[in-house]
């Protein structure tokens, strides 16, 4: 079975400053999607970035932006320019066809 | 688009009672899923659907049930509630147009389910 590991519980940032949060998954298939969920305090998952294994270049969406490395099979986010607004809970997951794993998540602090 | 909506908000029940939670979308999603979510840890799929009439088992199927005879709504039922289905709840919903295709999910606000 396909496994996510996000290996930061929490982790803290200073509003304006840079934050990577790191995820990494175990599988044996060559074609999945990777993505990032953020789940604020009214617990809604909002997709943040999706990645497709096949490509090498590595996503990016505004001030979110992933590092992913198939052969090590990392995928970590980088959220550059904190704002308060970023602060909330973040899954990592996995998807091939139906099966969609998640990781235990990370929470994100924001200081002002 | 009101887009995914799940009733209750929050229920509390007692052991061995049971229960349909409720989802409804209005995106005209082929696909749905259910999914719960333990303290502290991240989603898991318990069901979904892949039109209507149609559903399969997830990652943890054991103690629910689910039937979709409409595309709008995929109710997720729990018949004899024990304190180890104590979670939130998720539901969500996707358009696929090719079995190949990974859509995004869109997902609702969660039911909380506690069983005492």
């Known amino acids: 079975a396909q496994t996510v590991t996000q290996s930061q519980p929490e982790m803290s940032v200073q509003e304006a400053e840079t934050v990577t949060l790191s995820c990494t998954y175990d599988?044996?298939?060559?074609?999945?999607?990777l993505f990032w969920y953020k789940q604020p305090p009214s617990r809604q998952m909002i997709l943040v970035i999706r990645?497709?294994?096949?490509?090498?270049q590595n996503a990016t969406e505004n001030r979110f932006s992933v590092n992913f490395q198939k052969a090590a099979k990392s995928f970590s986010l980088k959220i550059s320019d904190s704002q308060l607004g970023d602060a909330a809970m973040y899954f990592c997951?996995?998807?091939?066809?139906?099966?969609?794993?998640f990781g235990a998540g990370t929470r994100l602090t924001v200081k002002p | 688009n009101a887009g995914v909506t799940q009733t209750p908000k929050f229920r509390i029940l007692k052991i061995g009672q049971s229960m349909t939670l409720q989802c409804t979308q209005d995106?005209?999603?082929?696909?749905m899923y259910w999914y719960r979510q333990d303290p502290g840890m991240g989603l898991k799929l318990i069901y979904y659907?892949?039109?209507?009439?149609?559903?399969d088992k997830g990652e943890v199927p054991n103690g629910y049930n689910v039937s979709r005879s409409t595309t709008e709504d995929f109710p997720l039922r729990l018949e004899l509630a024990a304190p180890s289905q104590t979670s939130v709840y998720f539901c969500?919903?996707?358009?696929?147009?090719?079995?190949?295709?990974?859509?995004?999910?869109?997902f609702g606000p969660g039911t909380r389910l506690l069983v005492l």
């Open positions: 990645q497709e294994a096949y490509k090498q």
């Open positions: 659907s892949v039109g209507a009439g149609i559903t």
């Open positions: 599988t044996s298939e060559s074609d999945y999607y």
């Open positions: 997951a996995y998807r091939r066809t139906n099966d969609m794993r």
């Open positions: 995106m005209n999603h082929n696909y």
């Open positions: 969500a919903s996707s358009l696929k147009t090719s079995y190949k295709a990974q859509e995004t999910q869109y």
